[in-house]
């Protein structure tokens, strides 16, 4: 069955620094969503993305916050001055169309600690 | 703005029993609900869905849930409790617009006792 992959699994980045972390959607999805976990804490939506652009993002989705789809397969999440609040999993999803009764498949996730 | 509740925390059963968690959801339209489980450093594998019809759902694994209108819950269950299942199992709503990005409970940790 195909799946969500997310590199690296773990990052470790010293505060203020960037970071990137990569998904490689289910390759037939349109639809590209960051979600996050904070450890102890419920997995909370970032951003989706459609068609190339923002399609929606919550208030945690600051300017320090940024997502490209730099071809055709992989879809990334920046962070351009890490902040020690930032550690937490990070999750990649897709989705197959707009059409709302598609489910949404995850990755594994990538577990990003700040220092 | 949608939300969704699971109250338990924390729930241990013995291997054989049955399962039941509770989720309750508020959201003005119809939901679109969700069950996905996470094992330990795993992503988030999805249970089953409701969109609309049967309120009685099947899932993988064995699992079910009841879509309950008049209750806003679409608690899970299972019969019979594998050790396997020992995992975080989170609900979810999704949400309005385009998107429909999932709105999650704050997740329920289950341990099975052998």
Known sequence: EPEV???PSHQVTQMGQEVILRCVPISNHLYFYWY???LGQK???LVSFYNNEISEKSEIFDDQFSVERPDGSNFTLKIRSTKLEDSAM???ASKLNPNSNQPQHFGDGTRLSIL | AQSVTQPDIHITVS??????????YSYGATPYLFWYVQSPGQGLQLLLKYFSGDTLVQ????FEAEF???QSSFNLRKPSVHWSDAAEYFCAVAAGGSARQL????GTQLTVLP
């Open chain 1, 5 to 7: 992959t997310q590199t």
């Open chain 1, 36 to 38: 996050r976990q904070i």
């Open chain 2, 59 to 62: 899932g993988i694994k064995g």
């Open chain 2, 68 to 70: 309950k209108r008049s």
């Open chain 2, 15 to 24: 291997e054989g029993a049955s399962l039941e968690l509770r989720c309750n």
């Open chain 1, 43 to 45: 997995v909370e939506f």
């Open chain 1, 90 to 92: 990070y999750f990649c």
């Open chain 2, 103 to 106: 709105t999650f409970g704050s």
